[in-house]
């Protein structure tokens, strides 16, 4: 499990809001390969407080945070397009980095994402002009 530490969060300011801070944030592969963005988190509770234990990616559970129709809608379409194993649960053992976006230490290859964001990731978003620089 990894502790999420905000780049500007004071030493003795206990309130950093991971809606603001994380949510829609980019994930970017070990080769800098954007994976998708964190559409959830699995948050876990320990003796030292609440834990991040893993970044939540793709349409499943996008569905739920935009709610009604399109909602239900878009989290059907990606439980029936998922292959098995690729439910967009990412460990936050694999996250290398939170600053300004979410950098993991795996290839896109080698995770847990739905094929969707797989192949959107190869196949379009990485041509587009900018799509590896570091501000995305």
């Not at 080769?31 to 998708?36: K, T």
Request: glycine content about 12%.
């Amino acid at each position: 499990m990894t502790r999420y530490e905000h780049p500007r969060e004071a030493q003795d300011d206990p309130g950093v809001s991971l809606r603001l801070s994380l949510m829609d944030a980019q994930v970017v592969d070990a080769d800098h390969l954007p994976v998708g963005r964190i559409d959830d988190l699995e948050l876990e509770l320990g003796d030292d407080g609440v834990r991040i234990s893993a970044v939540l990616v793709g349409q499943r559970y996008l569905g739920p945070r935009l709610g009604g129709a399109t909602g239900r809608f878009l989290t059907w379409w990606a439980r029936r397009l998922a292959d098995s194993g690729e439910d967009g649960r990412i460990d936050a053992g694999e996250v290398l980095s939170w600053s300004g976006m979410c950098r993991l230490r795996g290839r896109l290859a080698d995770l847990p994402v739905a094929g969707l964001e797989r192949w959107l990731s190869t196949r379009v978003v990485r041509h587009i002009p900018g799509a590896d620089d570091e501000g995305i």
